[in-house]
T-cell receptor, first 113, second 113 residues
Framework: GEDVEQSLFLSVREGDSSVINCTYT??????LYWYKQEPGAGLQLLTY?????DMKQDQRLTVLLNKKDKHLSLRIADTQTGDSAIYFC?????????????FGSGTRLQVQP | KAGVTQTPRYLIKTRGQQVTLSCSPI?????VSWYQQTPGQGLQFLFE???????NKGNFPGRFSGRQFSNSRSEMNVSTLELGDSALYLC????????????FGPGTRLLVL
């Protein structure tokens, strides 16, 4: 079955790095995503990684994938107050062409000035 | 390109009524998915439409239905509203390529009284 887990809360100081972790259980997952949600808003796609990769970097964002341990992490370098939001990890099995995403419960990131 | 748009943004209904929500995908995207977000259950997949056909369905009662038009715009309908249907309803669109990422709209916030 599918299950995605995240820690609920992370607090960091402005300028520090943030690391948000996620574990998933379905080894059939082909794509793993990170979305950001600000208060009262929809989901903003931050980045994604294909399951045959182990790392992806995009400006301040670094995604690490440990497929053996089914562990995904998102590192935000030089965290800013504007990064305060809820971050969702999601997995998708798209080999059948179906795009249902299974989301974690979200990690609330609080950035202190 | 314009992003995913959803209307209305806010809606208040009473128990027993029905509601229709609308979603316009990104131009060129043929797949539209719907998700429900609540504080208790988090983000849950409702259904996905592609080329006017429902291709995948989540675990929701039959009161939740949807459809897609030839221009890829989609509507979802909830009949006989219950208090527990109060939620943020998010629509996401993606292109027809397998593995293509989903882009979310701002959501429709439904309050059932």
């Amino acid at each position: 079955g599918e299950d995605v887990e995240q820690s609920l809360f992370l607090s960091v100081r402005e300028g520090d790095s943030s690391v948000i972790n996620c574990t998933y259980t379905d080894s059939s997952s082909t794509y793993l995503y990170w979305y950001k949600q600000e208060p009262g808003a929809g989901l903003q796609l931050l980045t994604y990684i294909f399951s045959n990769m182990d790392m992806k970097q995009d400006q301040r964002l670094t995604v690490l994938l440990n497929k053996k341990d089914k562990h995904l992490s998102l590192r935000i370098a030089d965290t800013q107050t504007g990064d305060s939001a809820i971050y969702f990890c999601a997995e998708s099995m798209t080999d059948t062409g179906r795009r249902a995403l299974t989301f974690g419960s979200g990690t609330r990131l609080q950035v202190q000035p | 390109k314009a992003g995913v748009t959803q209307t209305p943004r806010y809606l208040i209904k009473t128990r027993g009524q029905q509601v229709t929500l609308s979603c316009s995908p990104i131009s060129g995207h043929r797949s539209v998915s719907w998700y429900q977000q609540t504080p208790g259950q988090g983000l849950q997949f409702l259904f996905e439409y592609f080329s006017e056909t429902q291709r995948n369905k989540g675990n929701f009662p039959g009161r939740f239905s949807g459809r897609q038009f030839s221009n890829s715009r989609s509507e979802m309908n909830v009949s006989t509203l219950e208090l527990g249907d109060s939620a943020l309803y998010l629509c996401a669109s993606s292109s027809s390529t397998v593995g293509e990422t989903q882009y979310f709209g701002p959501g429709t916030r439904l309050l059932v009284l």
